[in-house]
Every structure is written in C-alpha cells, then in structure tokens.
C-alpha cells in the first residue's frame, strides 16, 4: 500500500512556473513509476509525465516536453512536476500516481493502470 500526497500548484498567469510535489508513504520498489496525470475540467484524464523509481527514466507526453520536469528523490520519497512557460491549456487537476511497471511501450498513459492516487492538487494558468 502506497499512500500519495500532493503539494504545491495555484494559480498563474500563461509564461509562469508552478512547482507540485507528491510524497510517498509505503513501499516502492525499483521499476515502479510515478506518473503526473491532469484532468481537465470537462475532459478525461491524461497522462502527463512519469519517471521510474530508481531507474530515472523519464517519460514526457508532447504536450509538455521541454517546458515540465519530473523528478524524484529517492530518499526522501518525493516526486516533482516543475512545470514551466504555463499556458491556459494546462489548466487542469493535476495527481500523482504510481504504476507498477511502465517502462515497455507507452504504459505510463495508460490511466487505468495506476493502481495509487493521491487527493489531486489544482493548476490553473490565466491568459
């Protein structure tokens, strides 16, 4: 059992960063995934950014690359989405998540495989 928290997010205008953490509590084990999912409001949820705990690999959906960074702490058990050059798209509720194995194909999209949520944290970017 694996328990998430997340931190951060706000509001900010479009061209800001916003900063969300996401603690973990329980047992991880190498090759498990913590993704950034966001649902928009009206829309499904989507996968955002995922890394693999204790590998590192990182995974970007096209929407955000080279403006998100994901990362995670392995001590202290904490991942976190910075997020840069915000536009009004990336409004949404934005969860961590965990994934047992995402690390073949695109798995780490695929929402109905992560198995622990944490409560979701709000992003909203203004024009």
């Known amino acids: 059992q694996v328990q998430l928290l997340e931190s951060g997010g706000g509001s900010v205008q479009t061209g800001g960063s916003l900063r969300i953490s996401c603690a973990a509590s329980?047992?991880?084990?190498?090759?498990?995934?913590i993704g950034w999912l966001r649902q928009p409001p009206g829309l499904e949820r989507e996968g955002v950014a995922a890394?693999?705990?204790?590998?590192?690999?990182?995974y970007y959906d096209d929407s955000v690359k080279g403006r998100f960074t994901i990362s995670y702490d392995n001590e202290k058990n904490m991942a976190v989405l910075q997020m840069n050059s915000l536009k009004p798209e990336d409004t949404a509720m934005y969860y961590c998540?965990?994934?047992?194995?995402?690390?073949?194909?695109?798995?780490?999209?695929?929402?109905?495989?992560?198995?622990?949520w944490g409560q979701g944290t709000q992003v909203t970017v203004s024009s």
């Open positions: 329980g047992k991880m084990y190498r090759g498990n995934c």
């Open positions: 998540a965990v994934h047992k194995f995402c690390g073949i194909d695109d798995r780490w999209k695929r929402v109905e495989e992560y198995i622990y």
């Open positions: 890394i693999s705990v204790g590998v590192g690999r990182t």
